[in-house]
């Protein structure tokens, strides 16, 4: 059977107010960068709020790949394409928006400072305690006990595919799908949203 994670739905709030919290912590180190570095998909958005509460004007971005609970099973992260930039005696802020396991921010640390900058510090919105690598600035931590599968607004349509695929297994069927959405995720999903992803996912 399938495992199907708590689930967290974040909003645009929670995202401003996090953006506002690690902007306030960089300026308060007098540590605002030249460059940030976006790890893409998921800190490309991150980067760019903090680009403009820090007035940074360069983002470059840097491909990290982590396959977790809503993609493949073996959780290996790895980088994918490199710096799309040179950040040879950059100051430089590596941007994601969760270190779950760290790998992925631990990877991409490591391959910036082989770029040559001058100072590489690391920022997310959310740190989980057991995450092997723990950045420099985050905006909120989540104990390893009170671990979830935190839906980002950027990745809500990726997610929700990935959960409903895996929900049908409990039962088939919009209805049943939601259902289980609810009970197990505890994510309370318009019905609507399940019917425009209906052409991706098997609901039977």
């Not at 974040?10 to 030249?34: H, I, K, L, N, Q």
């Not at 997310?124 to 607004?153: G, K, N, Q, S």
């Not at 088939?172 to 992803?197: H, Q, Y």
Request: charged letters at 20%.
């Amino acid at each position: 059977m399938a495992d199907l994670p708590r689930c967290r739905l974040a909003t645009w709030a929670d995202v401003d107010g996090w953006a506002d919290r690690v902007a306030a912590e960089v300026r308060a180190r007098s540590a605002v960068p030249g460059t940030i570095v976006g790890l893409t998909r998921g800190g490309w958005v991150p980067a760019r709020l903090l680009c403009d509460r820090l007035g940074v004007r360069r983002l470059v971005s840097l491909r990290a790949q982590h396959w977790g609970v809503t993609a493949t099973p073996t959780g290996a992260a790895q980088l994918t394409e490199g710096l799309s930039g040179p950040v040879t005696g950059q100051q430089v802020l590596v941007v994601d928006d969760i270190t779950d396991t760290g790998e992925s921010m631990a990877l991409a640390v490591d391959h910036v400072r082989a770029g040559g900058p001058s100072r590489v510090e690391s920022a997310v919105f959310l740190h989980i305690t057991h995450a092997a690598f723990a950045p420099t600035y985050f905006a909120e931590e989540i104990p390893r006990d009170a671990w979830v599968w935190v839906v980002f607004p950027w990745n809500y349509w990726e997610d929700l595919i990935a959960l409903s695929a895996r929900a049908v297994e409990f039962g088939s069927g919009i209805d049943r799908v939601r259902a289980t959405l609810r009970e197990r995720c505890g994510l309370n999903v318009p019905r609507s949203d399940l019917e425009k992803i209906a052409p991706n996912v098997p609901f039977g």
